[in-house]
């Protein structure tokens, strides 16, 4: 598994119109910060951002068929560890995506561990990783080391500094889309490995796999653990996006449900989904919460979440594929093929 | 004196227990027989509670009264939402319907948020702080109240599975599908009729939920998570198993928050799901599948 | 010639209901060999047995030289025996060539190795024309050729068949009989579970024969046909 031999062979298989419509877009988005003002620059950074842990998330529901409500935790886990590192010990965010990456990857092994050892699926998993979650946000709430329920801040410095990711919003526009991007790659030559085929073949019949020598308790795990591990490095980038961390937000049963819509409506277990789900829902939420404080005057919680809810209703409804499928379709890339 | 603490939170676990299980109920009858798992299940719960609130507030109906017209209501619009929303979804795949019902719960519990805005109601009745002391042990009597209200509607719910035909046919639902349709059962209107009735319950312990604690907005997914704790603990699709997890939950709540910290009572209850989810993934009450 | 497959007095109950009872049979290497039994003989039973799906309550199997029962399915995969399912579960999303890579993959040194050896075994069992296509869109014959190639891309030393042959018109049997007799001439020993007749007695080399779960004859199909237990518990009340 190589991924630079990968992407040079999804350059070379992919249709001639297809890659120049990527390229150009690439183009785009690197020279865009220079238009971008500051409110812009952060809905990209969003973007960039849902579209990295969708893709993430996407790895063990899209790929392995896993279904996780709970990926808050390897978010807040990662962002507290590397907001932690920074401000007690001075230790880079840079260094500290290790041990985020680490703790995050055994979190998502005690959570896989119990639910496949014990043949406990579907649902029944997915509650098992919202209890973790849940155990997590009141673990946090109280233990006041890390500032309890009151939170916990990382102070903004007046010197940028990129490598401990401190600067503006153009510094984390860059960082967030170096970080989809990296997990595109990532995920376009996993799911080309020996073992993106054991997870395809787990998701879509787990007593079939094992008759064709897979070992699906492996497989399973080796799912969990790089999806929160990946999850956990968006969860450093976001905390010192973010600069602050509340428990009952971090870990929010909500927050799991957002991270899950981007792959769902564009396209669960494709490459290209999680990434065009992102595009299409995080812009149209914020601008309707843009929308609706101009109208009302003021900022009225909750309303992107309406429209997300019904969003996902009428997704769900009629193309429960999601959208990339269609689009492909429509930009000629034959069936089979990302 | 000890004893009477522990009796105390006992008592009090055993009284929120029997609500907590009525809530439950309504989600397990649902997937006990129409195999969904009604995801927005909490949601409806504190849609219940507000219901109760607002009639309380606005035209002065006691919760335990409004309770019934809550519950009918409840009945008619899930019924309506099986026939129209989700019976198309009953033979897709999981995530699917699990989908469905998510957008439909972030929708109820901010729509909620938007109406009520986020600050917790209280309904405050006159005999909220009413209590009785038997010995060293005292008994608020709402939770009196409102625990024999949810036995009462679990009995009724029991009897009408036991003893007449319709819930005779929606057992024969659960059992054997196919079999109900071959022999001619109306399938998807005992359907609509079980999800009738799991929102009924849900509704019903929401507006019993009211008397007991604060609404708002926020609470919607602890109480789906609540719910669906209880039914895995009890053992889906049994009703008994409901009733008998939400008497755990309520006391290991209960029990952990005063023993240990108010914020830890969850923790308690997630701590006994994972035991049973290791020890008997299928509930207590269940039948292995 | 040590016996490829040796089993040796299994025995599976099911709540007080023996199922397969005190079984025994040896398949050498390099033949076909049958299981036929009419419904609920216990052969099924006796081949999830076989394939690790199931653990026999006593008995042994013997693979290669190796106690085999109570082995997990994927491990006796690795060791050389795969098997194919009575219902046919392709993967439905996943190409047909996905499928056979699946299958390819744990033997093969890296994916290019296991695509290209999944292209043979398509070519070999008439799917090649069919390789991107969803399996899910495949025909039922197609679809059980495609469980074999499956099974077969894991290159197994013994092939287990679970009724392939079931549902198949007389034109389709005669095809996958052909493909069947093909991939045991190169190598492969097959153990087939059957209650297609006429096909099986062309087929195999030895038969065996279960009524409610035991073993009531086993010999080449001329021997086994004369059997009078057999005429009379099978064969005459299913009139060949």
Known sequence: ?338 | MLWSLYANVLVQGVLTGLVYGLMALGLSVIFGVVRVVNFAHGEFAVVGMYAAFVLFRSFGIDPFLSMLPIAAAFFVIGYGLQRTLINPFVSRPEHEQFILLVGLAIIMVNGTLMIFGPDARSANLPYSFDSWEIGAIIVDKVRVYAAIAALAVAALLFAFFRFTATGVAIRACADNLVGAAVVGLDVKKLYALTFGLGLACVGAAGALMVTLTDATPMIAPAFTLLAFTIVIIGGMGSMTGAIVGGLLIGIAEALASVLIAPSMKTMASFGLLVLVLALRPQGLLGRRA | MTPLLDVRGVTKRFRGLTAVDTVSLTVTEGEIFAVIGPNGAGKTTLFNMIAGAMTPDAGTVTFAGTRADGLPPHELCRRGLARTFQIVRPFPELTVLENATIGAMMRAPDMEAARTKAGEVLRQLDLWDRREAKAKSLTLPDRKRLECARALATGPRLLLLDEVMAGLRPTEVDRIVAILREINRSGVTILLIEHVMRATMALAGRIHVLHHGATIAEGTPEEVTRHPKVLESYLGAEAL
């Open chain 1, 1 to 338: 598994m190589n991924p630079f031999a990968t992407l040079a062979r999804l350059v070379d298989e992919a249709p001639r119109r297809a890659l120049l419509l990527l390229a150009a877009f690439l183009a785009v988005l690197l020279v865009a910060p220079v238009v971008l003002d500051r409110y812009l620059l952060s809905v990209f950074f969003l973007i960039f951002w849902f579209a990295t842990v969708g893709q993430a998330w996407n790895i063990m529901m899209g790929f392995c068929g896993q279904l996780s409500l709970g990926h808050a935790l390897y978010v807040g886990l990662g962002g507290y560890i590397g907001a932690l590192l920074w401000v007690k010990f001075g230790i880079s965010p840079a260094i500290a995506i290790v041990p985020a990456i680490l703790v995050a990857m055994a979190f998502g092994a005690v959570i896989g561990w119990l639910g496949f050892r014990f043949g406990i699926e579907g649902v029944y998993f997915a509650l098992l990783t919202i209890a973790f979650a849940e155990v997590a946000r009141i673990g946090f709430d109280n233990w006041s080391f890390v500032g309890g329920a009151a939170g916990f801040f990382i102070p903004v410095s007046a010197a940028a500094s990129p490598v401990n990711l401190r600067g503006g919003p153009m510094l984390f526009y860059y960082v967030a889309l170096a970080m989809m991007i990296i997990a595109f790659i990532l995920c376009a030559a996993l799911r080309r490995s020996r073992l993106g085929h054991a997870w395809l073949a787990v998701r879509e019949d787990a007593e079939a796999a094992r008759a064709l020598g897979i070992d699906v308790f492996r497989a399973k795990m080796a799912a969990v653990v790089i999806s929160a591990a990946m999850t956990a490095v968006a969860g450093v980038v976001y905390a010192f996006y973010q600069n602050n961390l509340f428990p009952s937000q971090t870990f929010d049963i909500a927050r799991s449900i957002e991270m899950i819509l981007a792959p769902i409506i564009g396209g669960l277990g494709t490459l290209f989904g999680p990434i065009l789900g992102a595009f299409i829902l995080t812009p149209l939420g914020q601008t309707l919460i843009a929308l609706v404080e101009k109208i009302a005057g003021r900022a009225i919680p909750g309303v992107n979440l309406v429209f997300y809810g019904a969003a996902l209703m009428v997704i769900i409804w009629f193309t429960p594929n999601g959208v990339w499928p269609w689009l492909k379709k429509k930009l000629g890339i034959p069936e089979g093929r990302e």
